[in-house]
């Protein structure tokens, strides 16, 4: 079992930077593959971000590739989504999710959801 809590979220001014956390429960969190997904207002849930249990790789959605950066810290359980140049259309609940065998799916048409999600944290881009 992973537990996740995310923080970070808040409102920002379109142009801004946010860095939202997700803590991990567990001592097997480096076994895990993180990743972010968000739910905007009369959307479906989109993946966002991913990053491998090492950290060594990473791959994002097309729509925040060059301005978003996931990074984790397994020393201290925690995955971090560092977010620049925020556009209204931003606007989401951000969401926190772990995996160990499916990851590579994410954001594909077979995607698999993930068995793990936090709470999720609003991020509101004012315009």
């Known amino acids: 079992q992973v537990q996740l809590v995310e923080s970070g979220g808040g409102l920002v001014q379109t142009g801004g930077s946010l860095r939202l956390s997700c803590a991990a429960s567990?001592?097997?969190?480096?076994?895990?593959?993180m990743g972010w997904f968000r739910h905007a207002p009369g959307k479906e849930r989109d993946f966002i971000a991913a990053i491998s249990a090492s950290g060594g790789s990473t791959r994002y959605a097309d729509s925040v590739q060059g301005r978003f950066t996931i990074s984790r810290d397994n020393a201290k359980n925690t995955v971090y989504l560092q977010m620049n140049s925020l556009k209204p259309e931003d606007t989401a609940v951000y969401y926190c999710a772990a995996d160990r065998f499916l990851a590579l799916r994410w954001g594909t048409p077979t995607q698999v959801d993930p068995p793990y999600w936090g709470q999720g944290t609003q991020v509101i881009v004012s315009s």
């Open positions: 567990g001592r097997t969190f480096s076994s895990y593959a």
